[in-house]
C-alpha cells in the first residue's frame, strides 16, 4: 500500500469501535438492501388502495424495531478483497449494503480507469424520462474518486466542476468513465464522463483531490 493510501486508510479507521465485516454479513447485508431497494420503487409506484398502504407501513416499521434492537455506532467498514483498501459499505452511491445507493458496481482497470456499466431506474428521476442531475454529479464524484485511489493518491474532493452535455435517460444502459490527469503534491486531478446508450457524452466532470495531512 503506498503511503498516501495508508493515510486515507488512517482518516477511514479513526473511528473507535469500527470493526470490518465478515463476508457473509457484507453478503446478507447487500441483499437486504436490494430488497429494500425494490421496496423503495414499490412505495413510489404502488397503485394499492390506502388500507393497504397503511398495513405495509406497520409491517415496515415492525421489521425497522427488529433491525434497531442492536445498533452500530458508525457505518460499517470492509477489507477489501483486492489491494487491501478499505471498503466504504455504507456509501449513498456504491455502498453495497446502503439501500438509497443506485446500482452502480464501480471496478478499476489495470490502466487506472475506473469504470461502471449501470442501469437506474425512474426513482433517480429529475426531468421527465431523465436522470436527475445530482445524481449524475455524485456518480461521477464516485468514479473521480475511485480513479483517483486506484493512482494510489486517494483524497477528499476538493473541487469538482460538471458540464451537462445533454440529458441523460433512465432504465437504459449507461457507463461511467474517469481517469487521474496529473498528481501535483497532495494535489490529484481526474476527469470523467458518462456515456448514454449510443456511445455520446451526456455528463462531463473535472475534479481535484487533496490528501488530508498526515
Partial sequence: MT???AAMRRVLEARAGVAPLGEAE????????????ELNEAVVF??????????VRDEVAA???????VRREHPPLAEARIGG???????????VVNPIAPPV???TLPDGTARAEFQIGPIYEGPPSFVHGGVSAMILD?????AASANGTPGMTATLELRYRRPTPHGVPLVAEGKVTRSEGRRTFADARILGPDGQVTVEATAMFVMPMR
Avoid at 457484507?26 to 431497494?37: G, I, P, S, T, Y
Fill in 85 to 95: 483498501m478499505t471498503r466504504q459499505l455504507a456509501s449513498p452511491v456504491s455502498g
Fill in 26 to 37: 457484507v453478503d446478507v447485508l447487500a441483499e437486504l438492501a436490494e430488497r429494500v431497494r
Fill in 3 to 5: 503511503g498516501a493510501g
Fill in 63 to 69: 421489521l425497522t424495531a427488529r433491525l434497531s434492537v
Fill in 46 to 55: 404502488t397503485g394499492v388502495d390506502v388500507d393497504e398502504i397503511a398495513a
Fill in 142 to 146: 464516485q468514479v473521480l474518486g475511485m
Fill in 105 to 107: 458496481h464501480i471496478q
